[in-house]
């Protein structure tokens, strides 16, 4: 099941873990994308918190956790090939894996008709 954030992320959830990106809107608006600061293998965040930072050729902007977890891979790949970000956002351009502290509180997010809707606004 795939869920998206008013921030542009997106969560392919599998039970109580889930993979995150950003989606293609955000690297749309962000242009080409040179950098990306990833999080900590076992580093947790709250909900809303900033877990890493995106950087294009014409800005830089945050990444939320959408959700509470713990981080518990991140997308070494990306780090080396920022442009992944760009190329194949929903794929090869994730960004981390977070296991999920509260799995409920994905039903609060987004799916995808209310994201388009919410994007196109």
């Known amino acids: 099941m795939i869920k998206y954030t008013e921030d542009h992320e997106w969560l392919q959830i599998d039970g109580d873990t889930a993979v995150v990106g950003i989606t293609h809107h955000a690297q749309d608006a962000l242009g080409d994308v040179v950098f990306v600061d990833l999080p900590e293998v076992g580093k947790t965040f709250a909900a809303k918190e900033v877990a890493g930072v995106v950087e294009s050729v014409k800005a830089a902007a945050d990444v939320y956790m959408p959700v509470d977890g713990e981080i518990t891979e991140v997308n070494e790949e990306l780090r080396s090939d920022p442009s992944l970000a760009n190329t194949d ?33």
């Open 89 to 121: 956002p929903l794929g090869k351009g994730w960004f981390f894996k977070v296991k999920l502290s509260n799995p409920a509180q994905t039903d609060a997010l987004l799916d995808e008709t209310a994201y388009k809707a919410f994007s196109a606004a």
